[in-house]
């Protein structure tokens, strides 16, 4: 299920809701009671290096063909 991300108007808080796709516009009600909400626009942010392919070798060339 989709997790996602609110913030109240009334307090500020911030938070997430796993919820289905089609609850996503409904309000969230706040870990204070406050239902005035608004759904947060999330960004996926993805790290890490990728590594070069191998100049030689893979499958036709390399160790794994026998």
Same mark, same amino acid.
């Given at each position: 299920?989709?997790?996602?991300?609110?913030?109240?108007?009334?307090? %500020?808080?911030?938070?997430?809701?796993?919820?289905?796709?089609?609850?996503?516009?409904?309000?969230?009600?706040?870990?204070? %009671?406050? +239902? +005035?909400? /608004?759904?947060?626009?999330?960004? /996926? #942010? /993805? =790290? %890490? /290096?990728?590594?070069?392919?191998?100049? #030689? =070798? %893979?499958?036709? =060339? =390399?160790a794994c063909c026998g």
């Amino acid at each position: 299920m989709p997790r996602y991300e609110y913030r109240c108007r009334e307090c %500020g808080e911030t938070f997430e809701r796993s919820r289905p796709m089609a609850e996503s516009t409904e309000p969230a009600m706040c870990s204070r %009671g406050h +239902d +005035d909400t /608004v759904k947060l626009l999330s960004t /996926v #942010a /993805v =790290g %890490g /290096v990728a590594e070069a392919p191998a100049a #030689a =070798g %893979g499958c036709c =060339g =390399g160790a794994c063909c026998g």
